[in-house]
């Protein structure tokens, strides 16, 4: 093959100048680091910048990156380093050869070294912006960092992006964000609070048939089992049979498909004949309690009471005869049919025949409420139902019901779950209080915060926070004061007093300097803080709701919740507050009754005097405990104390011990113990082993 002369030479000159060219290039760059080895940016940077003119050189683009992701000169700017290093790994891809010019090897993992060290740099400039457009543009540029850095940015964007989803609080906006997030560390917290909107959203206005609705439209939703509540709930509070009836056959597994059952049955059956149950089987062939509702419902009328003989406890009957002999060292009361009883080691439920249902033994139980009980199985703890079967996850913890939470521990985070034994709040608290009223404290870092049952957060800005009351009103502590906060998170009161107690009612008292006045939760201080305080008493001496004392130089007067005097200062020493409408007072160092109007009833005698409750009063007279009716009659006195145990009865400290009834009267002596059951029936057992029931 012949060439032309002319195009022969052209050619090889064109080779010679793109080899030359080339040479001279790695020539440049060699150059330019090492003008970049003694810190020379500008010569540097200004051949690494001629090398990448007309194409981009891997290694030109590394010296450029270097350069502008460094402090010590002017052209600092790590926008640009990112730029040039993405650049540099990218073009390095196509043509792989590792370099070293003087101290600097270049290869694909010094060039991702780089983009580390420059993408940590800029993930700490986006985390300090705060801002999800800071985040999405680190996101774009960094992709050639440490996944570390980039799953930090990652989730503190997301977390912006679900804290403004959380303000918005709608179901649209969280959906949304669950379509877009789909590997979002806040997935899950974004779908339980969708599901929390949604019921929101769908149940108002606490209708049956909203509730019936959400049911259809939503069966996989996590507030199923409160809307089941809410719809029993409804039938329930209006014994509405055929609501009953609807629920048991719609939702037969519902958690108060049992309970809707046994008040389906009670509401049917009235009378107890073999006609009406057949009717009833007939008209509710699904009933699933036949045979043990029946034999339930006639231990119901048994009732029974826990009573200690010596160092065991059994159950005795309206009579005080022992049904269940004394034979456990620990035994609760019946609940729903069933009461807990611990034998050595042994803690299990037992029937009032005495029976363990279920055959089985645990660590540690509590009573039945709705259905469920905690039990505890080796070291965990999990709820049963009444058929003794599992019906929930395994916690380290779970305390007893409260304000229709159980609060429960998972490792070391708290949480919540309702009656049902339902997931309410996740366990991601450190602390978690009791609820009451719906809400319970949390702790944050050693700050307080509160949270609501249904899942709302007020932040840890606080010190210490109380109960909320029945008007869902706590006091706060905040650098060092104390106020007031509403459920909403609404400041009701700025924390700027020395200690604040809440009294009855709406009213809270407000001690500052050692001196105490009077607020309303309502909006409105009832009484400037102004009187004096002590600080050994409680709330219930300073006003009973109806009336308030107030302390001046040692004086007392009493006001009514409009400002007006009953009682004016100097009139006496001491007074107290009415009770069966005599108000104990005190004068020349002796306590006396006066009516409302102050007109005297019995005369200032006593050395010490208690209140008027029930018609009876404690006094001194004497050096002797006495009883005293509302005339000033003496029912009672002795050289023992005294003390009220029961609306209508007293119990005095001899050496025998012996209770008094209110009139005056020894009703029993010689007691060994005795206990206040419910509805103020006292349980007493004497030292000769009988018992006796007193009631009020």
Sequence with gaps: MKFHRPIFTALVLSLLFFFSSASMRCANIEKGFDALSVFNYFEARQVFSACNRKAINPYAAFGLATIYRRHDNPFYNLDSAVKYVNLSYNSYRLQPKPVRYGNYVIDSTSILQTADSISFSC????????????????????????????????????????????????????????????????LMEAKTLMDRQIYTETTFPNTDSVYIYFLKRYPTNIMRNTAYDRLFSIYRDQKDIKGLGGFVEKYPKAPQAIEAWKLLFSLSVKVYTYSELKNFLEVYPKFPLKN??????????????????????????????????????????????????????????????????????????????????????????????????????????????????????????????DQFGQLVLEPTFEKLGDFHNDYAYYSANGN??????????????????????????????????????????????????????????????????????????????????????????????????????????????????????????????????????????????????????????????????????????????????????????????????????????????????????????????GIERFKLHQKGMLIVTLLNGEIKLLYD
């Design 448 to 669: 307080y915060g509160f949270v609501s049952r249904t899942g709302f957060v007020h932040k840890p800005d606080f010190e210490w926070i109380s109960v909320f009351d029945a008007e869902q009103i706590a006091v706060i502590k905040k650098n060092g004061k104390y106020g007031l906060i509403r459920a909403d998170g609404k400041i009701v009161l700025e924390p700027s007093y020395d200690q604040i107690l809440k009294a009855q009612g709406t009213i809270f008292i407000l001690v500052s300097d050692n001196l105490y006045g009077f607020y309303n939760s309502e909006g409105c201080f009832m009484t400037p803080v102004a009187y004096e305080f002590m600080k050994e008493k409680g709330a219930d001496f300073y006003t009973n709701g109806k009336v308030l004392k107030l302390q001046k130089k040692g004086e007392q007067a009493l006001v009514d919740l409009n400002g007006r005097f009953h009682v004016n200062y100097g009139v006496y020493e001491s007074v107290s507050f009415a009770g069966n409408g005599l108000l104990m007072v005190k004068r020349k160092g002796r306590c006396g009754y006066v009516d409302t109007r102050l007109n005297p009833v019995i005369a200032y005698k006593y050395q010490e005097a208690s209140d008027f409750e029930d018609s009876l009063a404690i006094v001194i007279l004497n050096d002797k405990k006495t009883l005293i009716d509302l005339q000033g009659n003496e029912l009672y006195s002795g050289d023992h104390d005294l003390k009220k145990i029961s609306k209508h009865y007293y119990f005095v400290e001899n050496e025998e011990g012996s209770i008094l009834n209110s009139s005056g009267k020894f009703e029993c002596q």
């Design 123 to 186: 993930s700490e400039i986006a985390k300090k912006q705060n801002t999800v457009a800071a985040c999405n543009y680190f996101l774009r540029s960094n992709y050639l960092g440490r996944k570390k850095f980039i799953y930090k940015v990652v989730y503190l964007r997301d977390e912006l992006e679900f804290d403004r989803v959380m303000e918005n609080a709608s179901s649209d906006s969280t959906s949304q964000f669950i379509l877009t997030h789909p590997q979002s560390t806040f």
């Design 292 to 417: 043990s509702i029946l034999r339930e419902l006639e231990l119901n009328k048994l009732v029974l009471y826990s009573c200690q003989r010596g160092d065991f406890t059994g159950f005795i009957d309206a009579k005080g005869k022992f049904v269940i002999r004394p034979q456990y060292e620990d035994a609760t009361e019946f609940s729903e049919g069933l009461a807990v009883v611990t034998r050595g080691d042994s803690v299990f439920f037992i029937n009032k025949e005495n029976t363990n249902p279920f055959q089985k033994i645990y660590a540690d139980a509590s009573v039945f409420r709705n259905g469920i009980a905690p039990v505890k199985i080796d070291k965990k703890w999990c709820f049963i139902n009444r058929q003794g079967q599992i019906i929930s996850n395994f916690y380290d913890e779970i305390r007893e019901l409260s304000g229709s939470i159980y609060v429960v521990k998972a490792g070391e985070r708290f949480g919540a779950l």
